[in-house]
């Protein structure tokens, strides 16, 4: 069982950095890819970037690529995502996710919200214009 806990959201004005953190509970954290999702109101749940369990490959998507960066700690289980030059159209709740990697995937893999086994409650970020 792994427990997920977000933190860091808040309000930014358009242009601005924020920088969510993911600490997980449990153990073989190392175990684990992970991965950020976001709900804007009104819009499907969307892949946002995912990392592999030890930090060796990431992935992004389109809409965020070179503005955000996700990282992680396995010694501190924890999993990061720094987001720079945010805009209106990244508000949402975002949400991080754990998802078991026994044998090594694609990269679509990761992008799937049904790959992972363990979601966080999520934290509101919110762009102003």
């Known amino acids: 069982q792994v427990q997920l806990v977000e933190s860091g959201g808040g309000l930014v004005q358009a242009g601005g950095s924020l920088g969510l953190s993911c600490a997980a509970s449990?153990?073989?954290?190392?175990?684990?890819?992970m991965g950020w999702f976001r709900q804007a109101p009104g819009k499907e749940r969307e892949f946002v970037a995912a990392?592999?369990?030890?930090?060796?490959?990431?992935y992004y998507a389109d809409s965020v690529k070179g503005r955000f960066t996700i990282s992680r700690d396995n010694a501190k289980n924890t999993v990061y995502l720094q987001m720079n030059s945010l805009n209106p159209e990244d508000t949402a709740v975002y949400y991080c996710?754990?998802?078991?990697?026994?044998?090594?995937?694609?990269?679509?893999?990761?992008?799937?919200?049904?790959?992972?086994?363990?979601w966080g409650q999520g934290t509101q970020v919110t762009v102003s214009s």
């Open positions: 996710a754990a998802g078991f990697t026994g044998r090594p995937y694609g990269s679509a893999w990761y992008t799937r919200d049904n790959s992972y086994d363990y």
């Open positions: 990392i592999t369990w030890s930090g060796g490959s990431t």
């Open positions: 449990g153990r073989f954290f190392s175990n684990y890819a």
